[in-house]
């Protein structure tokens, strides 16, 4: 059996995996984007992007963020894509709202195959179960794969200080001990280690009650941050969310949406209304629809730099504002390649006085959940990736895992065998030498 790691020893975000067994079935998990520059990467034998012969046997996406699953439309129609049938329709709409329309996953081209969460599938005969796991995403999955007598856990994005955490323990002791473990690193670099509770964050949105005019600038995908904001104001603030948002949220059972929630709006600005028939269409079996933000009253909206113009000529009604952010600050850092969201906050806070209150809590594993997740599936080697890779990431990393963690770059192959192969060893993994494809 042997693990390549295609893409994402030292970058977040656009992670790519490949799997291959004894006989030679290969799989890859997850095919994503940068995040930042959202080039697509293109794999010989998987894409539609050359006429060679397919590869691969499958594809598994663990969950529909565009880093995770951003370049799937690529795939050739002969391989089956394994994912959850809510984070493909996320995916399809949100790719609808960005105009990315060559990224939908359509059935006429391309093998869509639905996985339930808890059930084991086969990809010939690599076995493969997936199991929900709490991310900033929803339906986020953790996949133990099973192949030659070795188990290996791969485990996406995770944390365990949102809405799903208290799954975290038990779902890991249902996995038991594994001899490969693929996790996501994305925070040993960073400075702030520490995350509040998802939970934990209605109380700081509850400090700003006072205001009259509450905007929230929030991902549509944050399903959990969403719920928490809803319920924090609905007592207090008319609950608005936006276009894309909303066609977000009402495809999910239960989720704050203006089809379903007779509190709840969603705002359509000029600019909107304005464009192609399709979002035209989506307005109109839209409910609660308003075409103008209630300034005369106390309410909380979802906004977006493409609201900038309405925002504009209506600033001598913004009054009593605040806006939160609560997503990640990466976006809004200098270093961030498309400056819109930082103009526009700052336009925001800079020249209309709003108040500014960035309430966040990360999507991703804290140290201690990494070191909970080592703990309790006790793998032989462990390869981290959607990581950095800075001085001080690598530094925790071979403190958490020791002589167990592989630092591998891009490219480079671990061979592993099953521990009932060989007489006297309990394990023998082979790292062949770093060659970069
Ligand atoms: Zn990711
Ligand atoms: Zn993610």
Redesign the pocket.
């Known amino acids: 059996m042997k693990i390549k790691i295609i893409k994402g020893t030292n970058q977040i ?1 656009g992670c790519i995996t490949e799997i291959t067994s004894e006989k030679g079935t290969k799989i890859m998990i997850d095919y994503g984007d940068n995040l930042d520059d959202k080039k697509q990467w293109i794999i010989p034998g998987l894409t539609i992007k050359d006429d060679l012969e397919s590869k691969y046997d499958g594809v598994v996406i ?4 565009k ?2 699953i951003g370049c799937a439309a690529l795939i050739k129609k002969e391989i089956p894509i394994y994912l959850d049938r809510d984070g493909k329709e996320i995916h399809n709409n949100l790719c609808y709202f960005t105009k990315e329309y060559e990224k939908i996953l359509r059935a006429k081209d391309h093998t869509l195959r639905y996985f339930e969460f808890g059930k084991k599938f086969f990809i010939q005969e690599i076995a493969i179960t997936p199991w929900i796991v709490d ?3 929803y339906n ?1 999955a953790m996949l133990c794969i099973e192949v030659d007598g070795v188990k290996i856990l791969h485990t ?2 995770y944390r365990n200080h949102g809405k799903k955490g208290y799954l975290f323990t038990k779902t890991l002791e249902q996995i038991g001990k594994v001899d490969v473990l693929i996790t ?1 690193g994305t925070t040993l670099g960073s400075k702030d280690r520490i995350f509040k509770n998802e939970m934990d964050l209605s109380k700081d949105f509850h400090q700003l009650l006072n205001y009259d005019q509450i905007y929230v600038m929030c991902s549509s995908t944050n399903i959990d941050r969403i719920v928490n904001l809803y319920n924090s104001f609905k007592k207090t603030h008319m609950f608005i969310t936006d276009l894309c948002m909303n066609k977000i949220t009402s495809l999910l059972k239960n989720i704050p949406n203006s089809n379903t929630f007779p509190d709840v709006f969603t705002f359509v600005s000029p600019n909107q209304r304005k464009i192609e028939e399709p979002y035209v269409r989506i307005m109109n079996h839209t409910k609660n629809v308003i075409k103008e933000l209630p300034f005369e009253r106390r309410f909380i909206a979802s906004i977006k730099p493409s609201m900038w113009d309405y925002i504009k000529e209506n600033k001598d009604k913004i009054k009593n504002a605040c806006l939160i952010y609560s997503m990640w600050d990466g976006y809004i850092r200098k270093d961030w390649k498309d400056p819109k969201q930082r103009e526009f906050v700052k336009y925001l806070v800079d020249e209309l006085h709003m108040g500014f209150a960035k309430i966040h809590t990360s ?2 594993a804290s140290k201690k959940a990494i070191q909970l997740l080592d703990e309790k599936v006790n793998p032989e080697k462990v390869i981290v990736i ?1 990581s950095e890779k800075t001085e001080d990431a690598l530094k925790i990393e071979k403190e958490i895992f020791k002589e167990r963690l592989w630092d591998c770059q891009d490219g480079e192959t671990l061979e592993f065998e099953s521990s009932k192969k060989q007489s006297h060893r309990k394990t023998q993994s082979v790292c062949t030498s770093g060659k970069k494809e």
Request: glycine share 18%.
């Open positions: 975000g663990t969950h529909s963020h880093d995770h991310h900033s995403n986020s996406g994005d996501e999507g991703h959607h």
